[in-house]
């Protein structure tokens, strides 16, 4: 389980992310890199680090399930994942 103040942090900068992400389209295309340095940092989604929406954890990150390696093989062994089964040959 990743602390409480990282999970936080990721789910405020998803809220800046969606916030900015119109006004930084229209600067883009605009070319207007002054501007667009002026907005806050945390609104550009390449500063986003993906995180397991189960417990937070920042490594290991499967993005096709939003989890991470631990939390998909959990899982997956239970059969809760639709479509995931154990590979046999």
Do not use: C
Not at 60 to 84: D, E
């Amino acid at each position: 389980m990743a602390k409480k103040s990282k999970i936080a942090k990721f789910h405020k900068q998803q809220a800046l992310i969606a916030k900015y992400a119109t006004l930084r389209h229209e600067l883009k295309e605009k070319g207007d890199y002054e501007a667009l340095a002026k907005l806050p940092k945390d609104s550009n989604p390449n500063r986003l680090r993906n995180r397991d929406h189960l417990d937070g954890r920042p490594r290991g990150y499967m993005r096709q399930f939003g989890m991470s390696r631990l939390n998909f093989r959990k899982y997956a062994h239970l059969g809760q994942i639709p479509g995931v089964k154990k590979a046999s040959w």
